[in-house]
T-cell receptor, first 114, second 111 residues
Framework: DTEVTQTPKHLVMGMTNKKSLKCEQH?????MYWYKQKAKKPPELMFV???????INESVPSRFSPECPNSSLLNLHLHALQPEDSALYLC?????????????FGPGTRLTVL | QKEVEQDPGPLSVPEGAIVSLNCTYS??????FMWYRQYSRKGPELLMY????GNKEDGRFTAQVDKSSKYISLFIRDSQPSDSATYLC???????????FGGGTRVLVKP
């Protein structure tokens, strides 16, 4: 099973709302990632968790707050977002070490900030 | 200069033709190479993963890596309209887990 699941598929929120994106994988991967993708652009890395610890934060604004409750789950908490944060948010997972570290992506959450 | 360069296309081919895609990179630290297919408004789907120079074949897909030239390719044989998508190359440095993507090539396979 090489599936990464993400919920919700679509999310519309106002600039004062608080919402969360969820990601789950059952491949035994110990590295999980959040990416942001704008139209006609490649995904941009936001955060990396390795063994449930935050290992990379690509200078993401504090209105995005990641959380890794366990090795299978990854959340992204959203608060006070701006319209320019509207994008496809992708979760991915991989082995944390070794040569077989290809990343598998979920289907994404399409976020619209009004 | 970007670390990974990829022609944005669009690349338009007739059904049944071979699709040829490529990326060049500038940093010799990249050791692992991936090709993803992404349909509109969907997540990227991993097609091929390689970590050595040479060819790797999987069904209609062949990935080539030439580390000496810092050049990777993906060939799609007997292309179908369902292959119409954006193809992203991506690569990782040794002992790292941060993907560096090319900009993506949009492919159109016409019936």
């Amino acid at each position: 099973d090489t599936e990464v699941t993400q919920t919700p598929k679509h999310l519309v929120m106002g600039m004062t709302n608080k919402k969360s994106l969820k990601c789950e994988q059952h491949m035994g991967h110990r590295a999980m990632y959040w990416y942001k993708q704008k139209a006609k652009k490649p995904p941009e890395l936001m955060f990396v968790y390795s063994y449930e610890k935050l290992s990379i934060n690509e200078s993401v604004p504090s209105r995005f707050s990641p959380e890794c409750p366990n090795s299978s789950l990854l959340n992204l908490h959203l608060h006070a977002l701006q319209p320019e944060d509207s994008a496809l948010y992708l979760c991915a997972s991989s082995q944390a070490r070794g040569a077989y570290n290809e990343q598998f992506f979920g289907p994404g959450t399409r976020l619209t900030v009004l | 200069q970007k670390e990974v360069e990829q022609d944005p296309g669009p690349l338009s081919v007739p059904e049944g033709a071979i699709v040829s895609l490529n990326c060049t990179y500038s940093n010799s630290a990249f050791q692992y190479f991936m090709w993803y297919r992404q349909y509109s408004r969907k997540g990227p789907e991993l097609l091929m993963y390689t970590y050595s120079s040479g060819n790797k074949e999987d069904g209609r897909f062949t990935a080539q890596v030439d580390k000496s030239s810092k050049y990777i390719s993906l060939f799609i044989r007997d292309s179908q309209p369902s292959d119409s998508a954006t193809y992203l190359c991506a690569m990782i440095k040794a002992a790292g887990n941060k993907l560096t993507f090319g900009g993506g090539t949009r492919v159109l396979v016409k019936p």
